[in-house]
């Protein structure tokens, strides 16, 4: 009787271990280095008393060792196959009762509340998820993630260099982010196809005084093309109409009258000249840079969100 092919599923890769067949389509490469795993826990400087949010935990060689650490581990995972792997692997350990496994998409998760963050997360969700995390209620201390090693160094990036991008500004207004150390692909198993870095992130607590929409909505505009002076970016015909629907609504709410030959295109540029930015690029612009004509735009009634 002829043999039948066995032909593995796209994305899928068998990666040592019994039976356990990682997929590589949705980031499972679990990192296997245990220097750098200790290193990884040892950056996150983690307390007794601390509750530890890891995300990606995989077969749990990162979280048996934060366990030894930590008051508590709550692992957020979305593959019920590696969720059985972990739990076997603490049965019948002290480490069991100090561990709690959420199923599912961290993306699509209320985050409980933690102290520290520690993660090798999959790479396609490392920008929601730094947001998340950013935005997250009450304050976390500190985390330390691992990505992709260009997205890392876009997080650090600053005004001037190749890949500073509305990324950096975002992150860099909400947080202090440090960039601590590269991680060669074969640390991984199986490896990834690009490098990787370790990223240390701690909130700015009190966070900065402005609206995170109305900034973020500034910024957008400003690195749709950063190469861009503003007042090339601002002359789009979309971005005038939406600036122009917000100024009549908030005009509408407090009883301004708009003269009839009104021209938010003018008004746009006296802003952007006033702040002094008409002649600048977000390419080269901090987050002062972009506080000030926020608050230029929005002291003459314009918002961006």
């Given amino acids: 009787m002829p043999k039948v092919r066995k032909e593995k599923s796209r994305g899928l890769r068998q990666a040592g271990g019994p039976g356990i067949v990682f997929n590589t389509g949705i980031g499972q490469h679990i990192l296997k280095n245990p220097l750098i795993v200790n290193s990884v826990i040892e950056k996150a400087a983690i307390r007794p008393t601390d509750v530890v949010l890891e995300v990606g935990p995989g077969t749990g060689n990162m979280t048996v060792k934060i366990l030894e650490k930590a008051k508590k581990v709550i692992a957020c995972e979305l593959d019920s196959r590696l969720v059985a792997e972990l739990q076997k692997r603490v049965q019948g350990t002290p480490a069991a009762n100090k561990l709690q496994i959420m199923v599912g998409d961290v993306l699509k998760t ?19 998820f730094v947001f998340k995390l950013l935005l997250h209620r009450p304050f976390f201390r500190c985390a330390v993630l691992m990505f992709q090693r ?66 973020d909505g500034l910024v957008r505009i400003a690195f749709v093309r950063k190469n861009k002076t503003l007042t090339a970016a601002f002359k789009s015909n979309a971005v005038q109409q939406l600036l122009e629907k917000n100024y009549r609504i908030h005009c509408s709410l407090r009883n301004i009258e708009i003269p009839e030959n009104f021209s938010i295109s003018e008004k746009i540029q006296k802003i952007l000249e006033d702040s002094g930015c008409s002649g600048k690029r977000a390419r080269t612009m901090d987050i002062d840079d972009f506080m000030r004509l926020l608050h230029g735009f929005n002291s003459q009634g314009i918002h961006f969100s």
């Fill in 150 to 215: 260009e997205f890392a160094l876009r997080l650090v990036a600053t005004p001037g260099d190749k890949l500073y991008c509305r990324l950096s500004i975002n992150t860099q207004l909400l947080a202090r982010v440090d960039h601590l150390m590269k991680v060669g692909k074969n640390n991984f198993r199986p490896p990834p196809k690009v490098e990787s870095s370790v990223v240390r992130i701690e909130p700015k607590n009190p966070p900065p005084p402005v609206n995170f929409q109305e900034w």
């Fill in 110 to 128: 209320d985050l409980p509340f933690f102290d520290a963050c520690v993660a090798n997360l999959p790479y396609q969700i490392s920008s929601p």
